[in-house]
């Protein structure tokens, strides 16, 4: 968690969620989020400066061979992230 923002990782369905826990929107713009696969080295996606995280809301970044759930869809692709397997140990943070 960085402040009011809450990081969920669901590797089954490959997506991670940025949720604004607070009353208040949040710029995100420039932040880095983090994702690291068992002991290679981290891939870095760099939020666009303009975004924003509305109060009580997500943004949901997706693999690109994610497989939705329900409604779950993506706000985001993230072509760049690589695929994990069951097993494996997946560390996300947003810096």
């Known amino acids: 968690m960085l402040g009011d923002i809450t990081v969920?990782?669901?590797?089954?369905?490959?997506?991670i969620s940025l949720q604004?826990?607070?009353?208040?929107?949040?710029?995100?713009?420039?932040?880095?989020?983090?994702?690291?696969?068992?002991?290679?080295?981290?891939i870095t996606y760099?939020?666009?400066?303009?975004?924003?995280?509305?109060a009580g809301k997500e943004i949901t970044i997706c693999h690109p061979d994610h497989k939705p759930l329900f409604t779950v869809t993506g706000d985001l692709v993230w072509m760049d992230l690589k695929s994990w397997k069951s097993g494996d140990r997946v560390q996300v943070s947003l810096q």
């Open 8 to 15: 969920v990782f669901n590797g089954k369905t490959k997506y």
């Open 20 to 42: 604004n826990e607070s009353d208040q929107h949040k710029p995100l713009g420039g932040r880095q989020l983090k994702v690291q696969i068992n002991n290679n080295e981290p």
């Open 46 to 54: 760099t939020v666009d400066p303009s975004m924003k995280l509305k």
